[in-house]
């Protein structure tokens, strides 16, 4: 696990917990000596991802639907990010995602508030849409199919970081949004839909990897460890936000799929599907303002964390 701050909170909220940022969220507070309360119905998380921090002192989970009011013990920092986040699970489960975005998001600032907590959203990269400006910087509006069949998690991000940025010009809550870009690593689903796993998955049963459209669309690639270390640095500063959170180095998705087929020694070979409707072509962040405000960038090379990432499915699969 990368490092993390000092401890700077006696008990954070992680609302998808038993997710797969979620979850490592839970266990890089826990090892830093804050005490955790996983909020999580399961719908796409597994309590498996949590499975090795029940027992440990501080940790508590708590299963809710977060679409429903829902309290925990006094906190002192609340991070959001319950949400289905992959194509196969949001179109799987649209109306979930919406609610989860609205009403979930309405709840976990409620509890923040009441608390008078640090409250940080887990917004995306999807809020940019398919860009019309390259590499993507927090003062793009974007440009998203509001009705299009994304648009279920796209929105419901968007409305999230409306109400965030609401509550706290409405109730003084001390709130801050991050942006994160394409994360990877242990912990994801090999079937959730997204390129890593997925392409992870094949390389190691010796199938195809599937690339869509001509694989020229390119993806930025963060290791989970970077990611939950630019959270935490954001939940610890006083900004509002938006930050972006990613790796400014983009990959095309046929690199990727080579990349993969190397580092697993695969036979695999690459076959060319159906691009899905309203996928970007590029997705690369700026992120001058988590340098200069956060003193955060990526550290783990693309090749590096596929590796770690590749040793855990091939342990999944043992």
């Not at 008990?11 to 000596?33: K, R, Y």
């Not at 923040?112 to 990269?125: G, P």
Request: contains cysteine; glycine residues 8%; neutral net charge.
């Amino acid at each position: 696990m990368a490092t993390t701050p000092a401890p700077r909170w006696e008990h954070a909220v992680v609302t998808g917990g038993a997710g797969f940022v979620g979850s490592h969220l839970c266990t890089a507070l826990i090892d830093q000596g804050t005490a955790v309360t996983c909020v999580d119905d399961f719908c796409t998380g597994s309590r498996r991802n949590v499975a090795h921090l029940e027992g440990r002192a501080g940790f508590t989970l708590l299963p809710a639907d977060v679409t429903q009011p829902f309290e925990t013990a006094p906190a002192d920092l609340v991070l959001h990010f319950a949400s289905p986040a992959s194509p196969a699970d949001y179109l799987r489960l649209p109306l979930h995602t919406l609610e989860t975005g609205s009403l979930g998001t309405r709840n976990a600032l409620a509890l923040a508030r009441r608390h008078e907590a640090r409250f940080v959203l887990a917004s995306t990269s999807e809020v940019y849409g398919d860009p019309q400006q390259h590499p993507q910087s927090e003062s793009y509006w974007g440009n998203v199919n509001p009705v299009g069949p994304r648009s279920v998690y796209d929105e419901a991000k968007r409305f999230a970081e409306a109400l965030t940025t609401a509550e706290a010009d409405g109730h003084g809550t001390r709130t801050g949004i991050v942006r994160l870009f394409n994360t990877y690593g242990p912990r994801m689903r090999g079937h959730d839909g997204r390129a890593v796993p997925t392409f992870i998955r094949q390389a190691l049963a010796g199938e195809p990897l599937t690339v869509t459209g001509d694989g020229r669309q390119t993806r930025s690639l963060a290791y989970v460890d970077d990611t939950v270390r630019g959270i935490l640095a954001m939940a610890a500063s006083d900004l509002r936000g938006p930050v972006n959170l990613g790796n400014p180095t983009e990959i095309t998705m046929l690199e990727l799929a080579r990349t993969v087929i190397e580092l697993t020694g695969s036979s695999s070979t690459v076959r060319f599907i159906d691009r899905p409707t309203d996928d970007p072509a590029v997705r690369c962040p700026d992120i001058t303002l988590a340098r200069g405000k956060l003193q955060w960038e990526p550290r783990i090379p693309p090749a590096e964390g596929l590796a770690r990432a590749i040793s855990w499915f091939r342990a999944q699969a043992a």
